[in-house]
């Protein structure tokens, strides 16, 4: 058995994970050996060179060959745990899921390869849930697997819309502590490793969902398609802000890091369902990678030549 508690963050694409783990890394993480496994849709690993920066972690690695949850090999998995056990020794390792694993099936495979599953936290976008999760089965399994709900995004809903989410996450899941963010921020000590695999052991209600949820999964990611880009040439940033206003409605989710035309600056790009914003990130972070982007939607195939010739047109000549 890996001795090492682990915790695994689960929630649909761009509900605010990669920002739980960046403000744990800040806070509770810096007095611990801690390992992450980042597991992301697309082959860049966007969110790996975000946290990868932070001192206080110890190892990432990064699964982006798949799915956690189904379509990355259970050997690699395997080989992920034991790399990170045999050179670090960790006192936490975080799984970080793609938006759209199940954790039901995750929790199987980790109960397999004997690996102690502390508890699953599962973020919420407050202000996209309950339309998405109309669409996508995996939202509501992702609130059901919970040990710990946290409703992020409250900033940008109503009192009365924050009442709505929430009661429809109490008839999904009525055994998880819930916590309100914006941002994510929580104090990660409430969360990470404390012992919750305990209370998940004695509930009986997991292996009822468990056997439910196993099937039909792969349903789930079906239509899904994603696709990356990558320029050594810089970008203008207010084309680029054109181009994501007007992004075809298929893309649920694109991220990335662009260097500007400006010269000076790297940004990083969060795209959901519409929304967008720019972060500034430091030098050495991105400093010497090219621009890159991952596109995350439903059935992206027709699109993709589309949004590439757009891409390429807020480009620097
Ligand atoms: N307004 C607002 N934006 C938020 C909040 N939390 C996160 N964001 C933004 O939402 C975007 C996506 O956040 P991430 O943490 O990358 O989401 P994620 O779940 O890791 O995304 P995927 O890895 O694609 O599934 C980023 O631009 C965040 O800054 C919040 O509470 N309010």
Redesign the pocket.
């Known amino acids: 058995m890996l001795k090492t508690p682990c915790n695994a963050i689960a ?10 783990l960046r403000n744990s890394l800040e806070k509770v993480f810096q007095e611990k050996r801690v390992a992450i496994i980042m597991n ?1 849709i697309g082959d860049l690993g966007i ?1 790996g060179k975000v946290v990868s920066g932070f001192e206080s972690i110890d190892k990432v690695v990064e699964l982006n060959s798949g799915c956690v949850c189904c379509s990355v090999d259970i050997f690699s998995l395997h080989n992920a745990f034991r790399e990170i056990q045999e050179q670090i020794k960790p006192d936490l390792i975080v799984i ?1 899921t ?2 759209l694993a199940n954790p039901f099936p995750l929790i199987q495979r980790l109960h397999y390869l004997d690996v102690i599953l502390d508890s699953v936290i599962t ?1 919420v976008d407050a202000s996209e849930f309950l339309r998405l999760a109309a669409e996508e089965e995996v939202l509501n399994e992702q609130v059901r697997a919970a040990d710990f709900l946290i409703l ?5 809903v109503t009192e009365l819309e924050i009442e709505r989410v929430e009661s429809h996450l109490r008839q999904l899941n009525q055994r998880a502590p819930l916590f309100k ?4 921020n929580i104090d990660p000590k409430l969360l990470f490793a404390l012992g919750a695999n305990l209370y998940r052991r004695q509930s009986k209600l997991l292996e009822t969902q468990v056997t439910k949820s196993a099937h039909g999964f792969r349903d789930s990611h079906q239509d899904f398609s994603s696709f990356s880009y990558q320029t050594e040439r810089l970008v203008n940033l207010d084309k680029f802000k054109q181009f994501l206003g007007e992004l075809s409605p298929k893309v649920y ?1 694109a ?1 990335g890091i662009l260097n500007l035309d400006d010269r000076a600056t790297s940004c990083l790009f ?1 795209f ?1 369902c519409g929304r967008f ?1 720019f ?1 500034v990130v430091a030098p050495d972070i991105c400093g010497k990678m090219p621009t890159q982007a991952v596109f ?1 939607g439903r059935n992206l195939e027709q699109e993709q030549t589309a949004i590439i010739q757009q891409l390429q047109a807020c480009q620097d000549s």
């Open positions: 929630g649909f694409l761009g509900s605010g994970k990669t920002t739980l992301e969110d970080e793609t938006g973020l992020n995004k409250t900033d940008l963010t914006t941002h994510s989710r991220k969060n959901i914003d972060q995350i």
